[in-house]
């Protein structure tokens, strides 16, 4: 398997057993395999925001064509993007979000306003915004059980049930 396979077994150093399974050792190592560089991730904001054609999205990201087929590619691989027939002489496709990659929403939302806190100098260049009221959108993690917001430092972790247990 390549070695940016996101099915393929991933370790980093702190869970480097001797472990012959193919899962992955860490879920964020598995993600960044599939959306890991700068590039995807720009495009992937694109389509959130409406853009959905090859040309659209290489004027609006100033991306070389070769580097945008090829990630569009792999997002199509990966089942990130889909690709939709929008005319037909000549075919033409544009790159439509799957249940997959409409997942990925919230964890753009939490990229976008950690670099709004540490990095945005005189405000957010973007507000999200709830489209029925206009109310700018927050990003937290809460408790399922008693729905308080659960700061880093109190979240702990312990092995999930697609962990090898040899």
């Known amino acids: 398997m390549a070695a ?10 702190s869970d480097a057993g001797d472990r012959d399974d193919q899962r ?3 879920s964020i ?3 960044l395999a599939v959306i890991g560089d700068r590039w995807t ?3 992937l904001r694109d389509v959130f925001r409406g ?5 659209q999205l290489q004027e609006d990201l100033g991306i070389a064509k070769n580097l945008l087929a090829d990630r569009l590619a792999k997002l199509v691989e990966r089942e990130v993007l889909e690709k939709v027939p929008y005319q037909s002489r000549p075919l033409r496709h544009e790159y439509r979000l799957t249940a997959k990659g409409a997942d990925l929403s919230t964890a753009l939302i939490a990229l976008m306003g950690w ?3 540490w990095y945005a100098t005189g405000g957010a260049p973007t507000i999200l915004v709830h489209e029925d009221c206009g109310t700018p959108l927050e990003h937290t993690v809460r408790c ?5 917001p659960v700061h880093p430092g109190k979240i702990k972790s312990r092995p999930g049930p697609g962990r090898s247990s040899t």
């Open 4 to 13: 940016d396979d996101p099915t393929s077994f991933v370790a980093d150093r």
């Open 24 to 26: 992955p050792a860490c």
């Open 29 to 31: 190592a598995a993600t």
């Open 41 to 43: 991730l720009l495009i």
């Open 51 to 55: 853009v959905h054609r090859f040309g």
């Open 115 to 117: 670099g709004d806190r």
């Open 144 to 148: 399922p059980r008693c729905t308080e």
